[in-house]
Structures are given as C-alpha cells and as structure tokens.
C-alpha cells in the first residue's frame, strides 16, 4: 500500500519560511519523480515544484521554493522562503513513474500517488 505523508504546515506570518516533508512507503521511492502541489479554496490544483527520480532536475513555478529529495529516507522536502498570502493553501506531494533520472513532470495528470495535504495558512 502506497502511502505519502506530508508534514510541517502551519501558521506563518508573511516573510516567513516553513520547510515540508512528504514521507513516502510501500513504493520504490528512487523510481519516482516527485513534485508539490497546491489548491487554495476555489481554485485548481497547481503545480509548485517537481523534481526528477535521481534529484539532479528541479522545476519551479516560483523561486522561492526549493524542493529536494533523500532517496535513503524516501523522502522528498519543500522549502518556502518568503511566503505571501497568497501562498495559503493545501500543499500536496505526489509520486510518478520515472524510466529516467532525469525528467520530472509538471502536469498533474502525470502523478499517479498523492498524499493528503497539509495546510499551509500565510498571515498579514
């Protein structure tokens, strides 16, 4: 049984940073590429960050994020520096199958796991 876990939102006042995590079990994490997602109240799911199976591609849609990975933990980490209110939302990590090491995915279509969320609520 496939299961990602995510952790490490909360409440933030602007300016601030909060590091995710996303725990990962029940799938071969090193053959995944993995990416962060977010859904605000109202809106689409959209795409945060990706990163490729190996951890040597990254892609993202704001440079204030930085996402990473630790194959041995299975683990995959968001940083977020900088963080608006506009960046309120219910980030999500989520899993695809990778034949390469070095392609990620930003398309939510292309994401097979995912976990359940943690929210993230950024402060005036």
């Known amino acids: 049984q496939v299961q990602l876990v995510e952790s490490g939102g909360g409440l933030v006042q602007a300016g601030g940073s909060l590091r995710l995590s996303c725990a990962a079990s029940g799938l071969a994490f090193s053959t995944y590429g993995m990416g962060w997602f977010r859904q605000a109240p109202g809106k689409e799911r959209e795409f945060v960050a990706a990163i490729s199976r190996s951890g040597g591609n990254t892609y993202y849609a704001d440079s204030r994020f930085t996402i990473s990975r630790d194959n041995a933990k299975k683990t995959v980490y968001l940083q977020m520096n900088s963080l608006k209110p506009e960046d309120t939302a219910v980030y999500y990590c989520?899993?695809?199958?990778?034949?390469?090491?070095?392609?990620?995915?930003?398309?939510?279509?292309?994401?097979?796991?995912w976990g359940q969320g943690t929210q993230v609520t950024v402060s005036s």
């Open positions: 989520a899993a695809h199958l990778s034949a390469s090491n070095y392609y990620y995915s930003t398309a939510v279509s292309s994401y097979i796991y």
